[in-house]
């Protein structure tokens, strides 16, 4: 089983700052098999990215991916309140895991 | 429009079965699998369990092979989700999850989220 880090578990930001977040395998994740949800309270979850770096349907471009191999990253450019939430990556490359998820609180 | 509506809130004992259900609208079944992933209070997510659209190939994982079984109902457009031997922390909100790419040989990642289903399992 691939196992996910994130990091940090908490980010206290305001708006309109540029965040980034860290999601760490503990094996290469083949083919850039990552994907990136958010995840509001009382919500389902989204989809935000996938393959590393594919913005899903209807996501603002203000979302970003990147990475490969064990090492990928989520890039906020600009907070906006709707924005602070749980962020979780997964990977799908093998049976699919995900990380603990790092929350974006308002500071 | 793609829209999974699971069913309702449950409560059971210790050692009883659940089985939740998923009817997916505005697609067809048979060619997006349907993905089930769980939420405990407080916790992160975790994947449970892929049932392929086309020929139902399943994938379970490891810690839930045994106590899972998934179902298909082509007719109905639904996939139940059956989880036995409940357990205190078994306690969760359940997701089903489309597979975000047609005919996939196996789970991917998931682009449509069903509402949730609380499950409670208490004595």
């Known amino acids: 089983e691939i196992v996910l880090t994130q990091s940090p578990d908490t980010l206290s930001l305001s708006p309109g700052e540029r965040v980034t977040l860290s999601c760490r395998a503990s094996q290469s994740v083949s083919a850039r098999y990552l994907a990136w949800y958010q995840v509001k309270p009382g919500q389902a979850p989204r989809l935000l990215i996938h393959g590393a770096s594919s913005r899903a349907t209807g996501i603002p471009d203000k979302f970003s991916g990147s990475g490969s191999g064990t090492d990928f990253t989520l890039t906020i450019s600009r907070l906006e309140p709707e924005d602070f939430a749980v962020y979780y990556c997964q990977q799908y490359g093998t049976s699919p895991t995900f990380g603990q998820g790092t929350k974006v609180e308002i500071k | 429009q793609v829209h999974l509506e699971q069913s309702g809130p449950e409560v059971k004992r210790p050692g009883a079965s659940v089985k939740v259900s998923c009817k997916a609208s505005?697609?067809?079944?048979?060619?997006?699998?349907i993905n089930w992933v769980r939420q405990a209070p407080g916790q992160g997510l975790e994947w449970m369990a892929w049932?392929?659209?086309?020929?139902?190939?399943?994938e379970y994982a490891p810690k839930f092979q045994g106590r899972v079984t998934l179902t298909t109902d082509i007719l109905t457009n639904t996939v139940y989700m059956e989880l036995k031997r409940l357990r205190s922390d078994d306690t969760a909100l359940y997701y089903c999850?489309?597979?975000?790419?047609?005919?996939?040989?196996?789970?991917?990642?998931?682009?449509?989220w069903g509402q949730g289903t609380l499950v409670i399992v208490s004595s």
């Open positions: 999850a489309r597979t975000g790419v047609a005919v996939a040989p196996r789970p991917y990642y998931f682009d449509s």
């Open positions: 505005g697609y067809t079944l048979n060619r997006y699998g």
């Open positions: 049932v392929s659209g086309i020929n139902e190939n399943i």
